[in-house]
């Protein structure tokens, strides 16, 4: 979320050496680095829902499909916000490689609490891998970045590789995490162990922290490539006063949209969907080019928003759909519910180049942002259209794990549609003493909208296949609603975006 430091001359020599497929050395290390940290974090996402919701006997916290929808969305919506200080503390103290260790040492701390089984290390345990993930996320790609010097044509290569590394990650985690907390095989073998079984949750999230110790242990033994970029700005005091209002900012945006859960104080929530549309009416009105692209920012702002509220229900509603309602089996071998969530993933790694080759394919014809936006919207929505049947089906029982692919294979198309063009967007559109708050801005939807998929998933039931298809039903016409928008919009955005496509 912020400019690369531009190398020295020294340095220079050291980020053109080619080593990784053509690329600077350092981009095999922060590749691993990367891939274990998404290990980590999808390994451990993979099982949140469903650890909270399983009984006391079977090894869980027991809780309401309500309370852990609320525990997921405000985990996952402090994992994106506390990105914004994360980049802010890099760019004014640490600098971007010295946050990545440090926030890296904390999410395997976060993960290893978690591995004890108590209710308070399972909420101290979360709380340090948000923490720890707001300082690793945003610097690592900043990192990456700064391996090229400007103009360098491997850099969108060099992204690229790095993109493969998180989904390799992601798609690997719930393979093994959701064997170790969910098997019966792994269960059998705590028993000959002398363990108790039903504290398998807890090797899982252990893994997760050996992944992360793994990619830290990567990025140590390998630091002397990455000595060229990252490295801590000189400190001013005359930014302290900044520096304490970006956190003060950050923590009551937190606090809000918590305080949103309480019975009383629920019209907030209604300040996700008034405070981008308040911005989108003042700074479309202005003559400036500048505010108008601001503006065409929060129309994307929204669509993004509602993009993961509804994309980011895989850990919630499609966790509890594979494990209560799913046949988890090929050819009459079980498998872990939690490996259905390695689908998305494995689509992104699948399709990433074919829709890449189809960019560049069109070239000019391609569509603009806003229509790609749309676009993904429109698949999103057809994903949980077709969770509606899958749905009605579950009244005679558990229904074939294929509707899930397909379920996954829409929404990573949608995906692929929305999720790389947002980034790209944000910095072409954003004046450029702006970029670093308009990027704060694209977490900010992320942020709430993996808070709006923990308010979404609360009414997730298991009981009732009529009840179930409305749920999706309704979800799906609500992604529906913001495609259509969208599509009629795309021309009046396109001229709020001054020629930026």
């Known amino acids: 979320m912020h400019e690369p430091q531009p190398p020295t001359p020294a340095a220079t020599a050291r980020i053109g050496a080619s080593g990784f497929a053509g690329h600077p050395r350092g981009l095999s290390t922060l590749f691993f680095t990367e891939l274990w940290e998404r290990f980590s974090y999808y390994g451990m996402r993979a099982l949140l829902a469903l650890f909270v919701v399983a009984p006391a006997a079977a090894g869980g916290l027991g809780l309401s499909t309500m309370e852990a929808a609320r525990i997921y969305g405000n985990y996952t919506m402090a994992v994106y916000m506390l990105s914004i200080p994360g980049g802010y503390i890099a760019d004014r103290y640490l600098g971007a490689r010295h946050a990545v260790l440090v926030g890296g040492g904390i999410i395997a701390c976060g993960h290893y609490t978690l591995a004890i089984p108590s209710l308070t290390s399972f909420y101290i345990g979360l709380a340090l891998i948000a923490i720890g993930t707001g300082l690793f996320k945003p610097n690592i790609s900043v990192m990456v970045g700064g391996l090229y010097r400007e103009g360098d044509e491997r850099r969108d290569a060099g992204f690229s590789i790095f993109y493969m590394g998180i989904n390799i990650g992601g798609l690997i985690a719930p393979l093994i995490t959701g064997f170790l907390a969910q098997s019966a095989l792994f269960k059998g073998w705590l028993a000959d162990w002398g363990f108790d079984p039903a504290m ?197 029982g558990k229904v074939s794990p294929l509707w899930l692919v397909g379920l996954f294979f829409l929404q990573t198309t949608g995906e692929l549609c929305l999720s790389p063009v947002g980034l790209s967007a944000m910095t072409k559109l954003a004046p450029y003493r702006f970029v670093g708050l308009m990027l704060g801005v694209w977490f900010l939807a992320a942020a709430w909208g993996n808070k709006l998929a923990g308010i979404l998933g609360g009414g997730f039931t298991a009981g009732d296949a009529g009840e179930l298809a409305m749920f999706f039903l309704q979800q799906a016409l609500m992604v529906a609603v913001g495609a259509g928008l969208l599509f009629a919009l795309t021309p009046w955005v396109k001229r709020l975006m001054g020629g930026v496509r």
């Open 200 to 396: 398998s949750w807890h090797w899982g999230f252990a893994a997760a922290g050996v992944g992360m110790t793994f990619g830290l242990l990567a990025f140590v033994a390998q630091g002397a490539r990455l000595r060229s970029v990252g490295n801590a700005p000189a400190i001013s005091a005359a930014g302290a006063g900044i520096s304490l209002l970006v956190l003060a900012g950050t923590v009551a945006a937190i606090g809000l949209t918590v305080l949103s859960d309480a019975e009383g104080f629920q019209w907030l929530r209604s300040l996700f969907l008034i405070v981008p549309v308040a911005a989108i009416a003042w700074f479309a009105s202005k003559a400036d080019l500048d505010a108008k692209r601001i503006a065409a920012i929060f129309v994307l702002f929204i669509a993004a928003m509602i993009f993961w509220a509804i994309f980011e229900q895989a850990g919630l509603t499609i966790a509890f759909f594979a494990d209560k309602l799913t046949r988890t089996e090929i050819a009459g071998i079980a498998f872990p519910s939690a490996w259905v969530q390695s689908l998305n993933p494995f689509f992104v790694i699948l399709l990433a180049p074919i829709f890449a080759w189809g960019w560049v394919r069109l070239g000019p014809r391609q569509p603009s942002s806003p229509m790609k936006f749309a676009i993904g919207l429109a698949l999103l929505g057809a994903s949980f259209l077709l969770m509606v049947p899958a749905a009605m089906l579950t009244a005679d």
